[in-house]
């Protein structure tokens, strides 16, 4: 996967209640070659540099700390709410959500050798 060097506008900056920031960037208009370097990158763990280009750069600061990668339980669960949701999100998130554990384990349970 190659990296991608691109002149970008910041163009939002949300804080996050674990401490984190959102960001969004605008591009310049783009080819299909370039958005799908994009979209490859989509979700994945990435370093970056913004650097100004309208003045002299000073040394960068540098963020040490890692990013944090959702637990496979946490993912699970994050895609069966976008599945709740996409259903019509009948009644409460959190039966529907025990239903849909229970099920997962009722059939691992069934492939079990007694």
């Not at 946490?74 to 959500?97: I, K, M, N, P, T």
């Amino acid at each position: 996967m190659k990296a991608i060097l691109t002149p970008c506008i910041l163009t939002g900056i949300r804080s996050k209640a674990d401490g984190s920031l959102g960001l969004s960037f605008s591009t310049p208009e783009l080819t299909s070659a370039e958005k799908t370097a994009w979209m490859d990158l989509h979700g994945k763990n990435a370093k970056m540099l913004l650097e100004p280009m309208d003045s002299e750069p000073e040394p960068p600061i540098e963020v040490k700390a890692e990013m944090e990668q959702k637990t496979c339980g946490q993912r699970l669960r994050a895609s069966l709410f976008v599945l709740w949701r996409q259903q019509g999100s009948a009644g409460d998130f959190e039966v529907a959500y025990k239903g849909y554990i229970e099920k997962v384990i009722s059939s691992v349970k069934a492939k079990l050798e007694p």
